[in-house]
């Protein structure tokens, strides 16, 4: 559906996507990840035909978007919903889906239709007549997206759509992005809020300084934080001897005292940690808490994009 090969775009002398690489496939609810600044509106951009790239191939459901004549076709398959986005303060919600309908030449009845549908799809029914600057921002958003449905299009690209709302909006977002995704569109979305893609997405790209690190399936990406396991102990007193007790078990691999208590990273079966707790408890450490953990996954990927984590098979 949506393949991206070797973009490059450079503003000035900066570099801001560099040999990016990445593919979609048909039907599949994508999440784009990256930190402020690594590229993720500029392909979005050069996606929906907004931005030119200086060399590379962007080809949307067999159709180039770089060549001006394959444009017009894609324009009618592509909906876009902009980061940023104007809003027009003297209409109402209905008369503003019904001004874009007629962009694409749906008037009349057909355009009623569609209006209805569509905020209703997006739960804004009831403030089909309000006018749109005083819809919350949630609403606002909302009504973005459907804006961009307007031309029934097959794929959708989403800059960063859940910002600045909160969780019941994010939920509700969400749960309209499944919905559609349901309905066999291809959806990408951008964030930076990553265990929100994570819960909804089937696949990740995640990019940083304007280069691809990995493109592939949520599991995918998480299996690489394999080994991410740690245990915490906290003490209810002075933890004494409890970190030179617990370096001594053959299986602890590192082990540092932390604010709270002491980290340790372990090859240890259940029943190893099980003797590591007894042998602090028999030498009087007062252990209050003794937990396995896993790396959460904000840090899983920050150590993608630092290069921490080695995905050279999966970029
Ligand atoms: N029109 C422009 N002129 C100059 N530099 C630009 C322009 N557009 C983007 N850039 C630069 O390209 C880089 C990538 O920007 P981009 O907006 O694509 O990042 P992003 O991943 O969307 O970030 P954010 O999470 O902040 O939205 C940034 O360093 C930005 O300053
Ligand atoms: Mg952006």
Redesign the pocket.
């Known amino acids: 559906m949506l393949e991206i090969q070797n973009l490059n775009?450079s503003?000035?002398t900066?570099k801001?996507?560099n040999n990016l690489s990445l593919t979609v496939k048909d039907g599949e609810l994508f999440g784009f990840v990256?930190?402020?600044?690594?590229?993720?509106?500029?392909?979005?951009?050069i996606c929906v035909g907004l931005?030119r790239a200086d060399s590379g191939s962007v080809i949307i459901d067999g159709n180039s978007v770089l060549s001006r004549r394959s444009l017009s076709v894609l324009r009618g398959k592509v909906g876009y919903v902009p980061?940023f986005f104007g809003v027009y303060a003297d209409l109402t919600a209905s008369e503003y889906l019904h001004f874009f309908a007629g962009t694409y030449n749906i008037w009349g009845k057909a355009a009623d239709t569609l209006t209805d549908n569509l905020l209703e799809l997006v739960n804004l029914s009831d403030k089909a007549n309000t006018q749109v600057d005083s819809l919350s921002r949630g609403m606002k958003q909302k009504l973005c997206v459907a804006r961009a449905l307007v031309q029934n299009p097959k794929i959708l690209f989403l800059?960063?759509p859940a910002s600045g709302l909160d969780p019941k909006a994010r939920h509700e977002l969400k749960e309209i992005l499944k919905n559609l995704s349901s309905m066999g569109k291809t959806i990408i979305i951008?964030s930076?809020i990553l265990p929100e893609l994570i819960e909804m997405c089937s696949s990740i790209g995640i990019?940083s300084h304007?280069e691809m690190k990995f493109n592939g399936s949520v599991e995918d990406a998480l299996a690489l934080s394999a080994g991410g396991e740690y245990i915490e102990i906290t003490f209810s007193g002075d933890p004494g001897r409890a970190l030179s007790l617990i370096r001594e078990c053959p299986f602890v691999k590192t082990a540092e005292p932390t604010a709270s208590g002491i980290t340790l990273t372990a090859a240890g079966s259940d029943r190893e940690y099980t003797e590591l707790l007894r042998k602090l408890v028999t030498n009087d450490i007062p252990v209050a808490t003794f937990a396995k953990k896993h790396e959460n996954v904000e840090n899983v990927f920050l150590n993608i994009m630092e290069g921490k984590t080695n995905v050279a098979d999966n970029a």
Do not use: P, W
């Open positions: 775009k503003f000035g900066f801001a996507l990256g930190a402020n600044g690594a590229g993720k509106t500029t392909t979005m951009k931005e980061d800059d960063e951008s930076h990019i304007g």
